[in-house]
């Protein structure tokens, strides 16, 4: 079945106060993340050196692999590979089972919703726990994340008042949020003492030292990595970087670029297992293979995932991540997933106007506004867009083909127009008339008057 | 005002005027300043009768194969011109950006449409470099930064970015007496009309274009102005339903004192 953007966007923008609330909310995020960035003379050249950086890695990611994994494999770390969600899943389950792990505490990882672990997990009888509080507070709702930095972005404090109240026992209605933030803080302090297993996401996989990064502001990643004696780290293949004097670019840019600050809180570096522990990271591929091929979209594999692209999007703050039912919402997730899947996300691409603000935003420079507007060709090559609009665009292109019929077309529309009663005019085929009135038609065309004017001379 | 640089052998610089179909049909009065404030630089403007449409709204809705025809009759129209110039940034962006599927790397004709077409307020402050207008405006004025006019084809400098701060047009108003250019919250934020998007996704194309008006009330404009039609009539319509008070005008009535 195909989602279906519009639907889902008009029920968002039906709540106007809550509509414009998320609006604000993350217009607030964008404008600090302008002020980060311009407090850094040398911004505009630090997003060359990243798009630079991350396209030469993407085509020899090969061999950056292969010497990430043999300096990880030295440092007592053991590399998985896998090719697809399902095996990603099941790799961690045996890790999990052969430790006899029943409790895991998870710091965000996209990667982990994209593969539907925690559910896999979960019916095989293994408790997850996403630590970090927004990613906390959508697991207890059992909701997806609606933004991939702020994954409760939808949410008001009054919500999570709610939601905290139904499961971890606090006082009804009390929303004040350094209460609420202590409430979470005591539940997780315990699971992070009684899980077995700690499971990060990777933000940078670094091949020169075989180590992995993780950014959090709640330094929930180092918790789960260090407290209990097994570390699971799931990484995209595309999170690698060359050397660690690379990194220096990325970290500049991804906290700035997500939320406006100069650094996230933790920026944490994984070299090894803790004493007497274990760590395995297992690298996913996925479906991101064929982005490598594809001239038209393979620098939608640089991405980062900062989320800036979805705080600057004005249909992403109007309408909110769940409207885009794909794991990456926003103007990064509409390519990824059209991609991946055309006739399941072909309203994705058409969920923007091509503003191009996305693409200014973006720290390491994806050209996303043009991969949208790439996409659009595509799906009418392939035959997804509907009839309706297909034969229509066929018709227009037909009468402008046409100078003498389309200029008597005009001239008709503009006499018969203005006499039609208004309910002719304003019914329910008429959608741009819906919430708008129709231009004014004047008595003439430019046309028609230049050529009066070229008499007169 | 400066005299334009003279063409080939003397002759005064030939310039095709090209008008977006809909403002043809919709707003002849924006189309007539425009022609008036290029004749009244001493330009030798002529308007091809032959021309239709650029294709945008085709292209945009994924059906830029269809729409081979009309670029191929665009180029053929516009070629004999030293300058092309447009009241339009949008339908200037998709001969510069979208064009080149349809033609060889390589197809002198393309090549010099491409580099000859001009929005015109691009034009008459890059090429033309108006140094003054003898025009007066004594109102507030909001100005609606349309997406292609002002990220694509640079009329601006985008919020986004860490580049000097540029406004083309606010530039050019700036050269009329009397006027007063308010500052919006969210200067370049898009108005949500998106060519079919407006209609496709209905919803969210009006929220975006109630908000963009409300800026312009917020700091207390008259008129809300900007360098594309599309945008404006998009927003104008709503204005118009909403009766709100706000007038809207293309710039080049405004610029051309056509008041």
Redesign the interface.
Same mark, same amino acid.
Request: net charge negative; with cysteine.
């Given at each position: 079945m195909s989602i279906k953007h519009p639907e889902n966007a008009a029920k968002f923008v039906a709540n106007d106060e809550r509509m414009h609330w998320h609006d604000k909310a993350l217009w607030f995020v964008r404008e600090k993340r302008d002020k980060a960035s311009k407090s850094i003379p040398e911004w505009e050249q630090l997003r060359e050196y990243a798009d630079q950086i991350k396209t030469h890695t993407m085509s020899n990611l090969d061999t950056y692999l292969l010497e990430f994994e043999e300096n990880a494999t030295k440092r007592g770390i053991t590399v998985h590979w896998a090719k697809d969600a399902q095996e990603h899943n099941e790799i961690v389950h045996k890790l999990l089972s052969a430790n006899k792990v029943t409790k895991l505490v998870k710091s965000k990882s996209m990667l982990t919703e994209e593969c539907h672990l925690n559910p896999y997990l979960e019916s095989r009888g293994i408790q997850v726990v996403d630590t970090d509080l927004g990613e906390r507070i959508v697991q207890l709702r059992d909701e997806p994340p609606s933004h991939i930095v702020l994954p409760a972005i939808h949410l008001k404090k009054s919500d999570v008042s709610d939601t905290f109240h139904e499961h971890l026992g606090t006082q009804k209605g009390n929303d004040d949020p350094t209460y609420l933030t202590r409430a979470a803080r005591a539940s997780l302090r315990e699971d992070f003492l009684t899980a077995q297993a700690g499971l990060t996401g990777v933000n940078f996989a670094i091949a020169e030292t075989g180590g992995v990064v993780v950014c959090t502001n709640e330094g929930n990643a180092d918790m789960g990595a260090s407290v209990p004696p097994l570390h699971i780290a799931s990484m995209g293949i595309e999170k690698i970087i060359p050397r660690l004097e690379d990194l220096s670019v990325f970290t500049r840019l991804l906290a700035r670029s997500a939320t406006g600050q100069p650094i996230t809180s933790y920026t944490s570096h994984f070299h090894g297992p803790i004493e007497g522990g274990q760590m395995h990271i297992v690298i996913v591929d996925n479906k991101r293979t064929p982005f490598l091929q594809s001239e038209s979209y393979k620098k939608a594999l640089n991405c980062i995932r900062c989320g800036a692209c979805m705080n600057t999007c004005p249909i992403y703050r109007r309408s909110g991540g769940h409207s885009y039912e794909y794991v990456i919402p926003g103007p990064i997730g509409s390519t990824l997933s059209t991609f991946r899947a055309p006739k399941k996300h072909k309203t994705l691409s058409f969920a923007c106007t091509l503003c191009g603000s996305c693409t200014n935003v973006c720290p390491v420079k994806i050209d996303l506004d043009s991969q949208l507007y790439t996409h659009r060709q595509d799906l009418r090559e392939k035959n997804i867009i509907s009839n309706q609009k297909r034969l229509g665009m066929q018709a227009a292109v037909w009468l402008m083909t046409k100078p003498a019929l389309f200029n008597f077309v005009g001239k008709v529309a503009r006499k018969i127009v203005p006499k039609l009663p208004k309910g002719m005019i304003y019914n329910k085929f008429n959608v741009w008339g819906k919430q708008r009135d129709l231009p004014n038609m004047p008595e003439k065309s430019f046309k028609d008057l230049y050529k009066e004017g070229l008499k007169d001379d | 005002m400066k005299k334009i640089p003279y063409g080939r052998l003397g002759e005064k610089m030939k310039v095709g005027l090209f008008?977006p $179909?809909f #403002?043809? !049909?919709? %707003? *002849?009065?924006s $189309? &007539?300043a425009t @022609?008036k404030l290029l004749k009244n630089l001493d330009l030798d403007v002529d %308007?091809p @009768?032959?021309?239709?449409?650029c =294709?945008q *709204? #085709?292209?945009?809705? +994924?059906?830029?194969?269809? #729409?081979k025809?009309?670029a191929i009759?665009f180029v053929e129209t516009f070629k004999k011109y030293d300058y092309i110039v447009a009241p339009t940034g949008s339908c200037v962006t998709m001969v510069k950006d979208?064009y080149e599927p349809f033609f060889d790397e390589d197809d002198k004709d393309y090549n010099k449409v491409k580099a000859s077409i001009y929005e015109v307020c691009e034009f008459l402050h890059d090429v033309i470099k108006v140094e003054k207008l003898d025009v007066s405006f004594p109102h507030k004025v909001g100005v609606h930064n349309s997406?292609?006019g002002h /990220?694509?084809l640079g009329l601006g400098s *985008?919020? !986004? @970015?860490? &580049?000097p701060p540029l406004n083309k047009l606010k530039n050019l108003l700036g050269l009329i007496k009397d006027i007063e250019i308010v500052d919006l919250k /969210?200067d370049?934020?898009?108005c +949500?009309? =998106?060519?079919?998007?407006? &209609?496709? !996704? !209905?919803?969210?194309s &009006?929220?975006? +274009?109630k908000?963009r008006i409300k800026d312009h009330i917020e700091a207390q404009a008259e008129v809300m102005t900007g360098a594309d039609m599309s945008c404006l #009539?998009?927003m104008? =319509?709503?204005i118009? /339903?909403d009766g709100k008070p706000l007038k809207v005008m293309h710039i080049t009535e405004i610029l051309a004192g056509e008041v």
């Open positions: - | 008008i $179909c #403002m043809n !049909e919709l %707003y *002849p009065k $189309c &007539v @022609l %308007y @009768l032959e021309q239709t449409c =294709g *709204p #085709m292209a945009n809705s +994924g059906c830029s194969k269809d #729409m025809a009309l009759n979208h997406c292609h /990220r694509s *985008p919020s !986004e @970015l860490n &580049v /969210r370049d934020e898009c +949500g009309f =998106g060519g079919t998007f407006c &209609v496709t !996704e !209905e919803a969210i &009006v929220a975006m +274009g908000d #009539m998009h104008e =319509g709503i118009n /339903r």
